[in-house]
T-cell receptor, first 113, second 114 residues
Framework: ETGVTQSPTHLIKTRGQQVTLRCSSQ?????VSWYQQALGQGPQFIFQ???????GRGNFPPRFSGLQFPNYSSELNVNALELDDSALYLC????????????FGQGTRLTVV | AQSVTQLDSHVSVSEGTPVLLRCNYS??????LFWYVQHPNKGLQLLLK??????LVKGINGFEAEFKKSETSFHLTKPSAHMSDAAEYFC????????????FGAGTRLAVHP
């Protein structure tokens, strides 16, 4: 158990729709990162939030956006869904930049049809 | 720029035999290196990490890895495989310092046969 929970566990959406994925981090972890893991690949960094501000972003278009809240929860929003957005989305909770250790949730499996 | 190459996409061993999962990295700066394991329908679990202390790192479940700067390698080993070790393994690199972006390799699927 990592203490990081994600919801929902599975989701099916139609192309063009919007989706919100949620993550609850460990208390006291000020940094949260989101990753996309396509089938058969390693996770790819989407973005990172530190104390409610985005402080790093991977090679993903602006239709991928996020929010982080003071209660250590966060959201990943994806607009105008495309078929290629089908993937496992992972949330990682990081206690501090010195340890570098990330605690991952179980992920949300998104299928776009 | 940093990158990670996992040299084998699939590794198959018999139970009780040694495990070797190979990883090479590329980094312009002092890297932090990790191995994560992912069991089916589960999230990623940290096996071990290297952050510029001892070059031989011991992790959970009997796994260990050795950081070799001259070879830019961080191979994962275990003396004796167990059936429960069957999973996907990811080698990961990140920069030392404030930014926490993790760069994952493509993964190695480990199969363990009776």
């Amino acid at each position: 158990e990592t203490g990081v929970t994600q919801s929902p566990t599975h989701l099916i959406k139609t192309r063009g729709q919007q989706v919100t994925l949620r993550c609850s981090s460990q208390s006291g972890h000020n940094t949260v990162s989101w990753y996309q893991q396509a089938l058969g690949q390693g996770p790819q960094f989407i973005f990172q939030y530190y104390r409610e501000e985005e402080n790093g972003r991977g090679n993903f278009p602006p239709r991928f956006s996020g929010l982080q809240f003071p209660n250590y929860s966060s959201e990943l929003n994806v607009n105008a869904l495309e078929l290629d957005d089908s993937a496992l989305y992972l949330c990682a909770s990081i206690p501090d930049s010195n340890t570098k250790e990330a605690f991952f949730g179980q992920g949300t499996r998104l299928t776009v049809v | 720029a940093q990158s990670v190459t996992q040299l084998d996409s699939h590794v198959s061993v018999s139970e009780g035999t040694p495990v070797l999962l190979r990883c090479n990295y590329s980094s312009s700066y002092s890297p932090s290196l990790f191995w994560y394991v992912q069991h089916p329908n589960k999230g990623l679990q940290l096996l071990l990490k290297y952050t510029s202390a001892a070059t031989l790192v011991k992790g959970i479940n009997g796994f260990e890895a050795e950081f070799k700067k001259s070879e830019t390698s961080f191979h994962l080993t275990k003396p004796s495989a167990h059936m429960s070790d069957a999973a996907e393994y990811f080698c990961v690199v990140t920069l030392s310092g404030g930014y926490n972006k993790l760069i994952f390799g493509a993964g190695t699927r480990l199969a363990v046969h009776p």
